[in-house]
């Protein structure tokens, strides 16, 4: 099945009102999509909307962002810089050993893995993604997560808290596990992402056989069938 009837595919079965983004680390030139300066999670809200995005050190002008994507290593006045911003600015953390502790006990960024990041949807796509991410309300995460465990039972590890960058694309990609996240605050409030969006990121190596679910589990279009002994009067 090619991306677009992926996409098509999942946005009428589960009712999407956001496009499935296609995420891709590549070291190829890519001249489709946008090359401008943004950061990572305006280009997230404007990817759900239809535009695409090609993305890299140059252009990324969030210093988070473009550490969380591989693009640039901390050195000890960038992290204290950090350290000051997260804790007196943005006042996501009360300290910074708590600081400290959101950036070692999760998966490192992938540094050094790759030129660019190109954000699209993903019935656009014209590369491989490396993960599938969707802005979803609660009963559509639970339907994908459904289906993603189908065929496994496999409840997949989480890491729900920290930047949306590293949430939504730093973890599923280090991890090969599926993620659901709730984004952190600042680029939820900077970005007006609705108040009841999540962010679910599936590895693409994944998306077969949660797509070959659809037809089976009654998270996706398959009728549920109650035997006549459980049902109540």
Known sequence: ME?????DLLKKVLGLKKEPLAITFTNDEVSDGLYEKTSICKALKRAAEGDCFVIDEKVETCPGGSRYCGFTEFSGQQKRRLQRFLTKGEKLTSSIVSFERMLKLTVQPPTGLADRLVI???EKTTLRPDIVLFQCNPEQACRLITLDTYWDGISPKQQVIG???????TYPVMTGCTNITTGDWTARKQQGFEPDMLFLTVPYERMHNLITAIP?????????VIPEELQSD
């Open 163 to 169: 930047a949306l960058c590293h949430s939504s694309i």
């Open 216 to 224: 089976k589990c009654s998270a996706g279009d398959a009728e549920a």
């Open 120 to 122: 699209c949807p993903l």
């Open 3 to 7: 991306f677009k009837e992926q996409s």
